[in-house]
């Protein structure tokens, strides 16, 4: 079984401004519960949310590899409708560089690419 859960950021202040009011230690413990009861897990954290500082992106892979047996880095996208809507709708480049520079980070960790491994060795055949 897997599952994924979007914490987004860790900052309580820029989770709310995007409407995430769900906070860190929920989200660890939901992580503690997962992994005891055997489920594979995946955290996703967004890559250039307003507020966010460059100190706050430099956890994300440490943080993620602390909650999760796997991590997903995306880069900001205002989406149109929204408060943080933008006229191109589109990632900046940057977010979309740092966003790769984590994740290419995160698959770099060892223990996650042995996790990784036994987790492919051990699906069953009609899964692959």
Not at 6 to 16: F, K, L
Not at 77 to 89: A, D, I, W
Not at 99 to 106: D, I, R, V, W, Y
């Amino acid at each position: 079984m897997r599952a994924t859960a979007d914490v987004e950021t860790v900052v309580p202040e820029i989770a709310q401004s995007i409407g995430k009011n769900t906070s860190f230690q929920v989200h660890t413990q939901a992580f503690e519960a997962m992994r005891k009861a055997g489920i594979f897990t995946t955290v996703s954290f967004i890559v250039g949310l307003p507020g966010e500082t460059e100190e706050m992106r430099k956890s994300y892979v440490d943080l993620a590899d602390k909650l999760a047996d796997s991590a997903v880095f995306l880069p900001f996208q205002p989406l149109p409708g929204t408060p943080m809507e933008t006229e191109s709708l589109e990632p900046e480049d940057w977010c979309v560089e740092y966003a790769a520079k984590l994740t290419n980070e995160f698959r770099r960790i060892p223990d996650l690419c042995r996790g990784l491994f036994l987790l492919q060795r051990n699906r069953p055949s009609e899964e692959c």
